[in-house]
């Protein structure tokens, strides 16, 4: 499935940034949706997954409490809102699926068969 992250930006410490991952229609749906990112010299790291049904999901710990994951089947998206963000969140996020995928197996990019390009998230000091 092809996707398309957008949404990233430059924002100072303390702000909140959404970011979005598109898919193909309405089959979107049916796909459980994981974000990671990539800071330069870093591996990707897991961020946040939602299961294709909605009703579960699962955070790092490190933005538990501070990002929110979401769906938005009628708009064939799912949501990454990012609140207090912090200069270590500077990342290249990435967004994953996989059809009928859980919230756990989204938080694992080896199990993840589809990505997007990613889009950039800057937090500066």
């Known amino acids: 499935v092809q996707l398309q992250a957008s949404g990233g930006g430059l924002v100072q410490a303390g702000a909140s940034l959404r970011v979005s991952c598109a898919g193909p229609g309405s089959t979107f749906s049916s796909y459980g949706v994981g974000w990671f990112r990539q800071a330069p010299g870093k591996e990707r790291e897991f961020v946040a997954s939602i299961g294709w049904s909605g009703g579960i999901t699962n955070y790092a710990d490190s933005v538990k409490g501070r990002f929110t994951i979401s769906r938005e089947n009628d708009k064939n998206q799912v949501n990454l809102r990012m609140n207090s963000l912090k200069p270590e969140d500077t990342a290249v996020y990435y967004c994953?699926?996989?059809?009928?995928?859980?919230?756990?197996?989204?938080?694992?990019?080896?199990?993840?068969?589809?990505w997007g390009k990613g889009t950039q998230v800057t937090v500066s000091s």
């Open positions: 994953g699926a996989v059809r009928f995928g859980t919230a756990q197996r989204l938080s694992v990019k080896d199990g993840i068969n589809s």
